[in-house]
Every structure is written in structure tokens, then in C-alpha cells.
């Protein structure tokens, strides 16, 4: 590792000092035909040679270059020109617009270059202003609303809380539905793990702390631009991990010219955006008693009581301040550039001593001194530091304590002291749970991760050969310190004594790729490219987990201070190998046609067959190259795509191992080995399978590519179909085997959706531009077939009252609770006391993935001022409400303020006839609306339309002229807000929300999660 970072840094500053070999400089300024405006981003290079560079944001070039040179300049959307130097020092160009994007060059699988024209498959593409513009700072949500077939699903609004990112639905039952991130070519871990002993036997992901999903490392502001690889047409190169799709993202890198900087900062501001509407007229209490033996708020009216009313919600909550800084420099000439490049983040959230610090440093340089070879490499370390609250179905949980508060209770009452007793306890106003503010300040949890990405490359190209070979590596070390403090009633016991713990998570991932290309002239007019390469990846991880129970001393966390230790170890090392082909075929740029092909050799793979090959064929008409030329439709292109694509098994799952058992009753921490100071082992109760295969994804997708007027107006319409077979079960077996489980492949499960991008310029003047695109994508998930003698699969233990499933012929995970009993009109069956009746079988009562996902960017430009906002949004979606469910059985809602009197509960008898006998309110709101009825009562439709960001940007440009100018280029003023508006009837907090985070299946739950926030944003950056 320490040799690999080294050379990249060698690299680099190879790529520093080379730029002072000089020939003669060019410089000029590159502007638009049309209305003479600059144009940043041309490319400008020497004829026949790699030597050249991209204009700055002021269209301007600097480059040094032979005497006898020609400079070919070049833009998407714009005609090539070639100008030869002639012995000239300054050369201004002027560039003809002509139909938009048609030789546009996409960054695709193995992170090889493509004409978008020539792709037979769909894809996405994101560029850094719109991942800038977002105001996000993690890199997956920064990709929210910004194509089609793509669904972002946030997991709240405190610093670090992970992103979790599906493209055209879920194809496995247990395993990663996520796409595979790929950074500059080599792809990274974006894992979220949860720190969970290993003798506690619940799930995790439904309480403890929101934990980072590890994409959150990398700086936004690095990113040059993103592609979406959607299905497996775009991405079965990548063979076993492919499944998913993958997302490409390619980072900035220096330029040839002279040395140039930026600097960037950012203030941001945040709320909460949404939370549940309260009544403040109840106390504590029941059946119309003020009482504090409980924490339901059925009380007498406060009025009558004499005490204070108390908004704790409201007083909880904290603005949120961010403060970001960006710097880069980058420069080069001819053979060499560099860029360097250092960010910092700092952000406290809205919820009190919750803070996120993240630290980047990168370094880039590339040289071509050596004729036909190019070589380059990255660096970047990353420091990246955060104190997560806790969260969920939790005692020491902040909202669950919180928002159960009865408005008699001052969590924080200065005339109490505060939220704490004299001898360091929290103040309660219920035994069991935290005082919020208590537990934000005690019951932390730290996470500090190290990280280092890098990669080399080299390139050697002549005449019809070119060798290509990159080594990358992603390193890092997550240190985690959880801390539950004497007093609580959170952590794994439960029982007030204290907890401390210590997790030391260790990642590293190591890629090594070689590609051998051969391109050639078949018949004239037809050409050719056939790649080879080979591919080898090893992945290992380990987890070191220590507790201390039973503390001692307050305030000293220390694994010393307990009297009940335990300790555990995970470790997987994965390995995986590959050779691969690529071949493409080119007709008078109007017939592409590209097959592929990946055989892979996996360590996770049973003994029986350990390879599979992975194809993938795809082809592109563009059709209108045989009409005649016309002014209507500029660009027309037809596609078709075909391919196999795989998703691993986990490691492990081809042998029976000895694991240590852990026994659970479901309402204490459980038992587990070792225990009674005895260590304990017992064969694993599921059975491995020697057999065991990679899951597989078949997918056929075909498109129509249109570009009216000259790229006026452009449609791109898609529809894809695509199964998935051999998906891993835990099949039950006979018990006499010894074993509960066998893994066994045998699942299958479809996605078929549409995906559409309407996308047009109504109006472009010399000074006045408006572009706006509309996206639309429906996915349709069927779950086909599960392993013998299986009836239903759950996704991941959830909660007694809602599950989540993957069951035939429902969606996969689909919602599943108790039902109230329905006659055959649908009406409820109410008994004879006026109560609804409980159906004795339970049902699905709603898909959590949305019926259809659209959004809508517009940007409107004159001269130099800038204004873009995006409106997303979401139809349909069934989210288990059981904060509400909660707060309604409790009185605390704001519907359960009318709560004198009686109600009858619309339905019929089981005789059939009108309900007519009344019931309390009180028992309404508990029963037939709260959680101590069926489950189908907190089931909400989380449908949305939201302005999911806004930008204004104006830029100044100095004259170089000017005292100014000869330091500062230019200066930017940023304003910008994201989730300022939210239109949805979901009650609660933000439907945008998923209470167990990216690294798990469940979706669509909302058990005491965090809210969701706004933010105003205000930047200023300048270009030296």
C-alpha cells in the first residue's frame, strides 16, 4: 500500500515539474458563433498527438505547442475546427453550433470512453454542476431527481445519515440491491454497517444509530461528472456485482495550461422541514386523570391544572450550521498536468451534539513525455469524523422519548435543573425512557474513519494497438466508540447499568485490471475494435467488537470500567478473477453494433462450479443518416441490448461452520456464548450448499433516441424487462438433518418499467437561454417463485405488528400485517359493542416502492446570471406509519384533541346491517386508529411533490486588464435551498425517510425516525 501511494505521488509531481518543457505558447479564446459568448470546455488539441487541454470557464486557452502545429478545437453541441499555428501566438476561435450532443463521449463500463450515439443500451449522466447545485454532501443523494429509473431513499436529516440508491428495482431477497460505485475505474466499498455484538440476536438496523453509508467520504466538489449504468446491458462487464447497474464516477483532473486556482466556501442553514402535528390541551393521564405514573397523555385539560404548557419538540430541535471550503490548483503543459486539490466540512446538525467533519486531500497527475504512453495516478485521503444521535425502536432514542412527551413534562425546565437530577441522572417523565436532551449530551456514539483511494494508470498506444492497465486500491478503518451511560434504559441489556463499546471495522479492496485493444479498418466504411483483458479483485473485511457492561464509575468509559465483558471477531476475504472480450463494430457511424463477454472465477462459489460467463450484446441504428437531411428531425437513433449480469453469494455460504448460538426471548438482550465465563459453540443451523451459484439477471431493453430542430426538443424513451433467477433462499428442511435452513438457489423475480426523458430549449437568444427536462420512470416488481416447501421470506426481522416480505406474486417487499375483517363490500365488520373486528389471517396492506417517480429541471440563464430548480416527484408508496399509530394511542397527536364523547365507527354488523352503537373516542384513537390495533392502522400513502432544489448563480468576469484581473479571473456568488417546499398528505415527519438505513432491505418504515431538514444555502468561489 505505502509503495502504491508513493509511486502516484511520484506521479504527481512528475507531472508538476514536466510542465516547464516548453516549445512555443499559444494562447486565445475560444467563443461562440452565435452570440460571441465564451465557451468553457473546449477541447483543444495538437493534430495527430494527445497534447492539449480544455478551455477555462472564460473560454480561454494556454498552451505550448510545435511551431508547425495544428490545433483541431472541438465542443459537444459544436462543429470541429482546425487552425493552423503558423508561427502565431494568439489564436481566438470562433465554434458553430450544430445538432447537440451527437458525438457526445460517455464514460461506460470499465471506465472505457463511448459516443453516447453508439451505445445500443440507456444510461444517465449527471454532470458536477448539478451535483454541486444539489447542496448535497454525500455523493448517492447528491444523484436524487437526476434521471430516470433511479430512486434515492434518504434515511433522515442528521449529519452522516446514509443514502441508500436502487436503479430499476430490487433483484435479490437477502443480498445487496445497491449498484456497484466505481471512482475513476476502480470500484469502492459503500457499504453501512452496523456495530451489533455478536450475542445480541435482534436487528439492529432497527435501532442503535443511523450509520454512514462509506460513499459519504468522497468530496462533491471532485466530481467532474457521473454515469448511470442502469441495466445489465451497461454493465455486465463487471460480471458477479453487475446486477444492480453501476454508477461511474469520474473525478477532475488537471489541465493543460498555466497554473490556475480556486477557492470555495459554502454556509449553509438548516431546519426541520416537517414534523407531527400536536395537542397541547391534555395532560398526562388517563381516562380524563392527570397522573405521571405513565407516559400516555389521556389526562385532565391543562387548563385545569395550573401547569405550564410545554412545546419540547419545538425548544428541541437546533438550526443546523455548515460551513465547507474547496481549494484546488491545476496546471500543466504538453506531456503533464496535475491537479491538487483540499475540502473540509463541517457540519452540527439539528439535533443537539450531533456533528459530521470531513477532511479530503487529492492529489491527480498524468504525463504523455514518453512517446505513445501515458501514464497517471490518484491519491486521495479522506478523514472522515461524526457523532451519530441515538435512533428508532430504542429507549435511549431521542424522537421516541420526544415526541411521546406529554406537554405537562419540561424536558428541559430551568427551574429543575435542566434535563438532569443533581447526581447525573436524566430527568424522566417515564422510567423507562431518556430524557432526549440527556441522551444526546451522554449516550454518544463516535465514528472516525480513515480512508485512502488511489490508482495508476498507464497507456500505451501505436497506430492500431493500444495496452491499457490500472491498479487501484480502497483502503479504510472505521473506529467507533458507542457509548450508553449509567441511567439508560438503551443498549444491549436494557437495564440501566451502563455500556461501553469499542468496533474497529477494517476494509480493503484491491483491483488490478489489463486490456489489450486492437482497432482496424475492416472495408471501408466498416470498423473494427476487439478488446481483451483480464481482471483480479480481492475484497476482505474484518470487525472487532468489544463491550463492556455493568459500569462501575459515570463518566468513565472505559473498557475497564465493567464487570461484563465480551468480545467478537468477523472477518471475510473475498477473491475474484476474470478474462473478458469487447467487441465493437462501427458502419458509417450509422450501425453500432457491441458484444461482450466475462468469464469469472469466484472464491464464493461453490466447489461444483466455481466460473459463469456473463454476455451482453446491445446494438445502435441511427437512422437518420440514411434520410435525407432535414431541419425537423436532426437525430434519430433506435437500440437494443440483451445480457446476463451476476450478483455474488456472500462469502462463506458453500460450508458448514461452528458458530457461537445466541437464544432470545424478543423482550430482553438475549443469551449468548460465551456465557457464565463458558465459551460454547454448536453447528450452524443453516446447512451449506457446495452447489451454490451466483444469482442471475437476464435483461432485454430496447430505446428510441429523437433530437428535433437541431436539439430543440429531444425525447428518449426506453422499456426494459428483466429477470432474475437462482436467487439465494434459506430453505427450511427436515429438523432430523440436524439443520433448520439449507441455502439453496432458487428464487426468481421480475422488473419491468418504462423510463422517459423529455428534455428542450423553448427559448436560446444571444443573452436569454431557458433548457428544461422532464423525467419519468415506472418500475414494476414481481416477486415469481421461492424455494420448495416456502411459502413467504422475510426480508429482515421487523416489528410484531408489520413486516416486510417476499411472498409470490406480490412485490418484493411488500407490506404485511393484520387486517380488519371486510364483509364482501369491503365494509368493515364491526362486533356488538361497536368495536371493528380483527381478521384472523394477516395480508398485504401496501408496496413501499413507489407506482411511478418524476421530476422536473428547469434552468433559466441570462448573460451571466443563472437560476435552475428542480421539482421531484413521487406517486404512491405504503410507508408503516408507527410514530403515528404510536402517538395516537397515546393522545398525543392533534386529531385526538376532539376527544370528548362517543364515535361509531363506520362498518356493518356481522349481521350485515348499519353499525349504530357508539364507542369512547379515547378507545377510537387507541384501537381503530392507534398501534394497539392491527397494523394495516398506521399504513400511509407517502406520495410527494417537493422543490427538491433551486440555485441562483451570477459571475463575474474581471478584465485581465484590470489591477484585479491580473490575480482574480472571476468571482461566483452562490444563493441555493433545498426541500424549501413539500406538498404531501403523509402525516408525521418527511416521507423521504427509512428508519434501518442503506445497509438494509426493509423499506418503507417509520418507527421514531429523524426528521428531515431544509437548507438555505449562500457560496462564494473564485477562479485565480
Same mark, same amino acid.
Given at each position: 500500500m505505502k509503495r502504491i501511494t508513493s509511486l502516484i505521488v511520484?506521479?504527481?509531481?512528475?507531472?508538476?515539474?514536466?510542465?516547464?518543457?516548453?516549445?512555443?505558447?499559444?494562447?486565445?479564446?475560444v467563443t461562440s458563433l452565435e452570440d460571441g459568448e465564451p465557451l468553457p470546455g473546449v477541447s483543444v488539441v495538437v493534430k495527430g498527438t494527445r497534447t492539449g487541454m480544455a478551455t477555462d470557464v472564460n473560454g480561454e486557452y494556454d498552451l505550448v505547442v510545435p511551431p508547425d502545429a495544428t490545433l483541431v478545437f472541438s465542443a459537444?453541441?459544436?462543429?470541429?475546427?482546425?487552425?493552423?499555428?503558423?508561427?502565431?501566438s494568439v489564436i481566438n476561435v470562433q465554434l458553430e453550433s450544430e445538432t447537440i450532443g451527437l458525438d457526445e463521449v460517455v464514460v461506460t463500463?470499465?471506465?472505457?470512453?463511448?459516443?453516447?450515439?453508439?451505445?445500443?443500451?440507456?444510461t444517465s449522466v449527471v454532470s458536477s454542476d448539478e451535483i454541486s447545485g444539489s447542496g448535497e454532501y454525500n455523493v448517492i443523494s447528491a444523484l436524487t431527481a437526476k434521471g430516470s429509473g433511479v430512486q434515492v431513499i434518504s434515511s433522515g436529516g442528521t449529519p452522516g445519515a446514509s443514502s441508500k440508491i436502487l436503479i430499476r428495482g430490487n433483484s435479490s431477497f437477502t443480498g445487496e440491491n445497491q449498484p456497484l460505485i466505481v471512482v475513476d475505474g476502480i470500484p469502492i466499498g459503500n457499504e453501512t454497517e452496523q456495530t451489533s455484538a455478536g450475542d445480541n440476536p435482534y436487528n439492529k438496523n432497527l435501532e442503535g444509530v443511523n450509520n454512514a453509508n462509506r460513499a459519504l467520504d468522497i468530496n462533491p466538489d471532485d466530481i467532474e461528472s457521473v454515469t448511470i449504468l442502469k441495466g445489465p446491458a451497461a454493465a455486465a462487464l463487471y460480471g458477479v456485482r453487475a446486477a444492480n447497474g453501476a454508477i461511474i464516477y469520474t473525478t477532475k483532473k488537471g489541465v493543460q495550461g498555466q497554473i490556475r486556482?480556486?477557492?470555495?466556501?459554502?454556509?449553509?442553514l438548516s431546519q426541520v422541514n416537517k414534523l407531527p402535528e400536536w395537542q397541547d390541551v391534555y395532560s398526562q393521564g388517563e381516562g380524563g386523570a392527570f397522573t405521571t405514573s405513565g407516559y400516555r397523555s389521556w389526562g385532565a385539560p391543562m387548563s385545569s391544572l395550573g401547569i405550564t404548557t410545554t412545546d419540547n419538540v419545538a425548544e428541541f430541535f437546533e438550526n443546523s450550521y455548515s460551513h465547507t471550503h474547496n481549494v484546488s490548483v491545476t496546471g500543466g503543459n504538453e506531456s503533464a498536468n496535475f491537479r491538487v486539490a483540499f475540502g473540509n466540512l463541517n457540519n452540527n446538525g439539528v439535533i443537539p451534539?450531533?456533528?459530521l467533519d470531513r477532511t479530503n486531500v487529492r492529489l491527480t497527475g498524468e504525463s504523455t513525455a514518453l512517446k505513445n504512453l501515458k501514464i497517471g495516478g490518484t491519491a486521495n485521503y479522506s478523514k472522515t469524523k461524526g457523532n451519530f444521535a441515538q435512533n428508532g425502536s430504542n429507549l435511549a432514542g431521542l424522537m421516541l422519548s420526544l415526541f411521546r412527551c406529554p406537554v405537562n413534562f419540561n424536558l428541559d425546565d430551568p427551574a429543575e435543573g435542566g434535563y438532569e437530577t443533581p447526581d447525573g441522572e436524566p430527568r424522566k417523565y417515564y422510567v423507562a425512557f431518556d430524557n432526549p436532551y440527556w441522551s444526546a449530551y451522554n449516550n454518544t456514539f463516535v465514528s472516525s474513519v480513515d480512508r485512502i483511494m488511489g490508482n495508476m494508470y498507464a497507456n500505451y498506444t501505436y497506430n492500431w494497438l493500444t495496452l491499457d492497465y490500472r491498479l487501484g486500491t480502497d483502503f479504510y478503518t472505521d473506529a467507533r466508540k458507542g457509548i450508553i451511560a449509567i441511567g439508560s434504559y438503551g443498549g444491549d441489556a436494557g437495564d440501566g447499568t451502563g455500556e461501553v463499546s469499542e468496533n474497529i471495522i477494517r476494509s480493503r479492496e484491491l483491483y488490478s485490471i489489463f486490456m489489450a485493444s486492437v482497432h482496424h479498418q475492416i472495408v471501408d466504411g466498416l470498423n473494427g475494435n476487439l478488446s481483451l483483458g483480464h481482471n483480479i479483485n480481492e475484497q476482505f473485511s474484518q470487525s472487532l467488537f468489544s463491550r463492556s457492561r455493568v459500569l462501575s464509575a459515570p463518566d468513565f468509559y472505559n473498557l475497564n470500567n465493567g464487570s461484563d465483558l465480551y468480545a467478537d471477531e468477523t472477518s471475510i476475504t473475498a477473491r475474484t478473477s476474470a478474462l473478458f472480450f469487447i467487441a465493437d463494430l462501427d458502419w458509417k457511424s450509422t450501425l453500432f453494433i457491441n458484444a461482450t463477454g466475462r468469464n469469472e472465477w469466484a472464491s464464493t462459489l461453490g466447489l461444483e462450479q466455481n466460473n459463469f460467463f456473463y454476455p451482453s450484446v446491445s446494438a445502435s441504428l441511427v437512422f437518420t443518416e440514411l434520410l435525407p437531411e432535414n431541419s425537423v428531425l436532426t437525430f434519430g437513433k433506435l437500440r437494443l441490448g440483451w445480457a446476463k449480469a451476476g450478483n455474488n453469494p456472500g462469502a462463506y455460504g458453500t460450508r458448514t461452520y461452528y458458530t457461537q448460538p445466541t437464544v432470545a426471548a424478543g423482550y430482553t438482550g438475549g443469551l449468548g456464548w460465551p456465557y457464565l465465563e463458558v465459551s460454547g459453540f454448536s453447528k450452524s443451523q443453516v446447512l451449506g450448499n457446495s452447489g451454490l451459484k451466483p444469482e442471475m439477471t437476464t435483461g432485454i431493453e430496447g430505446g428510441l433516441d429523437l433530437r428535433f430542430f437541431n436539439g430543440r426538443l429531444?425525447?428518449?424513451?426506453?422499456?426494459?424487462?428483466?429477470?432474475?433467477?437462482?436467487?439465494?433462499?434459506?430453505?427450511?428442511?427436515?429438523?432430523?438433518?440436524?439443520?433448520?435452513?439449507?441455502?439453496?438457489?432458487?428464487?426468481?423475480?421480475?422488473?419491468?418499467?418504462?423510463?422517459?426523458?423529455?428534455?428542450?430549449a423553448p427559448v436560446r437568444t444571444s443573452s436569454l437561454s431557458w433548457d428544461i427536462m422532464v423525467n419519468f420512470s415506472k418500475n414494476v416488481n414481481e416477486v415469481l417463485k421461492l424455494a420448495e416447501g416456502v411459502d413467504e421470506i422475510s426480508i429482515e426481522a421487523?416489528?410484531?405488528?408489520? $413486516?416486510?416480505?417476499? /411472498?409470490?406474486? =406480490?412485490?418484493? %417487499?411488500?407490506?404485511?400485517?393484520?387486517?380488519?375483517?371486510?364483509?364482501?363490500?369491503?365494509?368493515?365488520v364491526i362486533d356488538v359493542d361497536g368495536y371493528p373486528i380483527i381478521a384472523d389471517e394477516r395480508g398485504n396492506v401496501g408496496n413501499p416502492f413507489p407506482d411511478w417517480l418524476a421530476n422536473v429541471r428547469n434552468t433559466v440563464t441570462f448573460k451571466d446570471l443563472s437560476l435552475s430548480f428542480l421539482i421531484d416527484v413521487r406517486q404512491g408508496g405504503a410507508i408503516?406509519?408507527?410514530?403515528?399509530?404510536?402517538?395516537?394511542?397515546? $393522545?398525543?397527536?392533534? /386529531?385526538?384533541? =376532539?376527544?370528548? %364523547?362517543?364515535?361509531?365507527?363506520?362498518?356493518?354488523t356481522e349481521s350485515g346491517q348499519p353499525n349504530t352503537v357508539p364507542i369512547p373516542k379515547e378507545d377510537y384513537y387507541t384501537y381503530v386508529v392507534g398501534d394497539w390495533g392491527p397494523g394495516i392502522n398506521a399504513v400511509y400513502d407517502g406520495s410527494w411533490i417537493r422543490l427538491r432544489d433551486v440555485s441562483l448563480q451570477y459571475r463575474y468576469r474581471f478584465n485581465d486588464a484590470s489591477k484585479i484581473g491580473k490575480y482574480i479571473k472571476a468571482v461566483s456568488f452562490i444563493a441555493s435551498g433545498r426541500n424549501l417546499w413539500l406538498s404531501t398528505d403523509y402525516p408525521g415527519i418527511d416521507p423521504e425517510t427509512s428508519l434501518t438505513g442503506a445497509g438494509s432491505n426493509l423499506t418503507g418504515f417509520d418507527y421514531f425516525n429523524m426528521p428531515a431538514t431544509k437548507s438555505y444555502i449562500f457560496g462564494v468561489k473564485f477562479d485565480f
Amino acid at each position: 500500500m505505502k509503495r502504491i501511494t508513493s509511486l502516484i505521488v511520484c506521479l504527481t509531481l512528475f507531472g508538476f515539474f514536466a510542465i516547464h518543457a516548453q516549445d512555443i505558447q499559444i494562447k486565445g479564446t475560444v467563443t461562440s458563433l452565435e452570440d460571441g459568448e465564451p465557451l468553457p470546455g473546449v477541447s483543444v488539441v495538437v493534430k495527430g498527438t494527445r497534447t492539449g487541454m480544455a478551455t477555462d470557464v472564460n473560454g480561454e486557452y494556454d498552451l505550448v505547442v510545435p511551431p508547425d502545429a495544428t490545433l483541431v478545437f472541438s465542443a459537444v453541441g459544436m462543429k470541429s475546427k482546425e487552425v493552423a499555428v503558423a508561427g502565431q501566438s494568439v489564436i481566438n476561435v470562433q465554434l458553430e453550433s450544430e445538432t447537440i450532443g451527437l458525438d457526445e463521449v460517455v464514460v461506460t463500463a470499465l471506465g472505457i470512453t463511448r459516443e453516447r450515439k453508439a451505445l445500443g443500451y440507456a444510461t444517465s449522466v449527471v454532470s458536477s454542476d448539478e451535483i454541486s447545485g444539489s447542496g448535497e454532501y454525500n455523493v448517492i443523494s447528491a444523484l436524487t431527481a437526476k434521471g430516470s429509473g433511479v430512486q434515492v431513499i434518504s434515511s433522515g436529516g442528521t449529519p452522516g445519515a446514509s443514502s441508500k440508491i436502487l436503479i430499476r428495482g430490487n433483484s435479490s431477497f437477502t443480498g445487496e440491491n445497491q449498484p456497484l460505485i466505481v471512482v475513476d475505474g476502480i470500484p469502492i466499498g459503500n457499504e453501512t454497517e452496523q456495530t451489533s455484538a455478536g450475542d445480541n440476536p435482534y436487528n439492529k438496523n432497527l435501532e442503535g444509530v443511523n450509520n454512514a453509508n462509506r460513499a459519504l467520504d468522497i468530496n462533491p466538489d471532485d466530481i467532474e461528472s457521473v454515469t448511470i449504468l442502469k441495466g445489465p446491458a451497461a454493465a455486465a462487464l463487471y460480471g458477479v456485482r453487475a446486477a444492480n447497474g453501476a454508477i461511474i464516477y469520474t473525478t477532475k483532473k488537471g489541465v493543460q495550461g498555466q497554473i490556475r486556482a480556486t477557492y470555495e466556501y459554502k454556509f449553509e442553514l438548516s431546519q426541520v422541514n416537517k414534523l407531527p402535528e400536536w395537542q397541547d390541551v391534555y395532560s398526562q393521564g388517563e381516562g380524563g386523570a392527570f397522573t405521571t405514573s405513565g407516559y400516555r397523555s389521556w389526562g385532565a385539560p391543562m387548563s385545569s391544572l395550573g401547569i405550564t404548557t410545554t412545546d419540547n419538540v419545538a425548544e428541541f430541535f437546533e438550526n443546523s450550521y455548515s460551513h465547507t471550503h474547496n481549494v484546488s490548483v491545476t496546471g500543466g503543459n504538453e506531456s503533464a498536468n496535475f491537479r491538487v486539490a483540499f475540502g473540509n466540512l463541517n457540519n452540527n446538525g439539528v439535533i443537539p451534539n450531533t456533528y459530521l467533519d470531513r477532511t479530503n486531500v487529492r492529489l491527480t497527475g498524468e504525463s504523455t513525455a514518453l512517446k505513445n504512453l501515458k501514464i497517471g495516478g490518484t491519491a486521495n485521503y479522506s478523514k472522515t469524523k461524526g457523532n451519530f444521535a441515538q435512533n428508532g425502536s430504542n429507549l435511549a432514542g431521542l424522537m421516541l422519548s420526544l415526541f411521546r412527551c406529554p406537554v405537562n413534562f419540561n424536558l428541559d425546565d430551568p427551574a429543575e435543573g435542566g434535563y438532569e437530577t443533581p447526581d447525573g441522572e436524566p430527568r424522566k417523565y417515564y422510567v423507562a425512557f431518556d430524557n432526549p436532551y440527556w441522551s444526546a449530551y451522554n449516550n454518544t456514539f463516535v465514528s472516525s474513519v480513515d480512508r485512502i483511494m488511489g490508482n495508476m494508470y498507464a497507456n500505451y498506444t501505436y497506430n492500431w494497438l493500444t495496452l491499457d492497465y490500472r491498479l487501484g486500491t480502497d483502503f479504510y478503518t472505521d473506529a467507533r466508540k458507542g457509548i450508553i451511560a449509567i441511567g439508560s434504559y438503551g443498549g444491549d441489556a436494557g437495564d440501566g447499568t451502563g455500556e461501553v463499546s469499542e468496533n474497529i471495522i477494517r476494509s480493503r479492496e484491491l483491483y488490478s485490471i489489463f486490456m489489450a485493444s486492437v482497432h482496424h479498418q475492416i472495408v471501408d466504411g466498416l470498423n473494427g475494435n476487439l478488446s481483451l483483458g483480464h481482471n483480479i479483485n480481492e475484497q476482505f473485511s474484518q470487525s472487532l467488537f468489544s463491550r463492556s457492561r455493568v459500569l462501575s464509575a459515570p463518566d468513565f468509559y472505559n473498557l475497564n470500567n465493567g464487570s461484563d465483558l465480551y468480545a467478537d471477531e468477523t472477518s471475510i476475504t473475498a477473491r475474484t478473477s476474470a478474462l473478458f472480450f469487447i467487441a465493437d463494430l462501427d458502419w458509417k457511424s450509422t450501425l453500432f453494433i457491441n458484444a461482450t463477454g466475462r468469464n469469472e472465477w469466484a472464491s464464493t462459489l461453490g466447489l461444483e462450479q466455481n466460473n459463469f460467463f456473463y454476455p451482453s450484446v446491445s446494438a445502435s441504428l441511427v437512422f437518420t443518416e440514411l434520410l435525407p437531411e432535414n431541419s425537423v428531425l436532426t437525430f434519430g437513433k433506435l437500440r437494443l441490448g440483451w445480457a446476463k449480469a451476476g450478483n455474488n453469494p456472500g462469502a462463506y455460504g458453500t460450508r458448514t461452520y461452528y458458530t457461537q448460538p445466541t437464544v432470545a426471548a424478543g423482550y430482553t438482550g438475549g443469551l449468548g456464548w460465551p456465557y457464565l465465563e463458558v465459551s460454547g459453540f454448536s453447528k450452524s443451523q443453516v446447512l451449506g450448499n457446495s452447489g451454490l451459484k451466483p444469482e442471475m439477471t437476464t435483461g432485454i431493453e430496447g430505446g428510441l433516441d429523437l433530437r428535433f430542430f437541431n436539439g430543440r426538443l429531444n425525447l428518449d424513451v426506453t422499456y426494459y424487462d428483466q429477470k432474475t433467477i437462482d436467487i439465494l433462499v434459506a430453505r427450511p428442511i427436515a429438523p432430523t438433518t440436524g439443520f433448520s435452513y439449507l441455502w439453496e438457489n432458487a428464487g426468481e423475480m421480475s422488473n419491468k418499467g418504462v423510463e422517459v426523458t423529455l428534455s428542450g430549449a423553448p427559448v436560446r437568444t444571444s443573452s436569454l437561454s431557458w433548457d428544461i427536462m422532464v423525467n419519468f420512470s415506472k418500475n414494476v416488481n414481481e416477486v415469481l417463485k421461492l424455494a420448495e416447501g416456502v411459502d413467504e421470506i422475510s426480508i429482515e426481522a421487523a416489528f410484531y405488528s408489520m $413486516g416486510s416480505y417476499a /411472498i409470490v406474486g =406480490d412485490p418484493y %417487499g411488500a407490506l404485511y400485517s393484520d387486517l380488519w375483517l371486510l364483509d364482501d363490500n369491503g365494509n368493515m365488520v364491526i362486533d356488538v359493542d361497536g368495536y371493528p373486528i380483527i381478521a384472523d389471517e394477516r395480508g398485504n396492506v401496501g408496496n413501499p416502492f413507489p407506482d411511478w417517480l418524476a421530476n422536473v429541471r428547469n434552468t433559466v440563464t441570462f448573460k451571466d446570471l443563472s437560476l435552475s430548480f428542480l421539482i421531484d416527484v413521487r406517486q404512491g408508496g405504503a410507508i408503516w406509519n408507527g410514530t403515528i399509530a404510536r402517538l395516537n394511542q397515546i $393522545g398525543r397527536t392533534d /386529531i385526538t384533541a =376532539d376527544r370528548e %364523547g362517543t364515535i361509531v365507527v363506520e362498518g356493518v354488523t356481522e349481521s350485515g346491517q348499519p353499525n349504530t352503537v357508539p364507542i369512547p373516542k379515547e378507545d377510537y384513537y387507541t384501537y381503530v386508529v392507534g398501534d394497539w390495533g392491527p397494523g394495516i392502522n398506521a399504513v400511509y400513502d407517502g406520495s410527494w411533490i417537493r422543490l427538491r432544489d433551486v440555485s441562483l448563480q451570477y459571475r463575474y468576469r474581471f478584465n485581465d486588464a484590470s489591477k484585479i484581473g491580473k490575480y482574480i479571473k472571476a468571482v461566483s456568488f452562490i444563493a441555493s435551498g433545498r426541500n424549501l417546499w413539500l406538498s404531501t398528505d403523509y402525516p408525521g415527519i418527511d416521507p423521504e425517510t427509512s428508519l434501518t438505513g442503506a445497509g438494509s432491505n426493509l423499506t418503507g418504515f417509520d418507527y421514531f425516525n429523524m426528521p428531515a431538514t431544509k437548507s438555505y444555502i449562500f457560496g462564494v468561489k473564485f477562479d485565480f
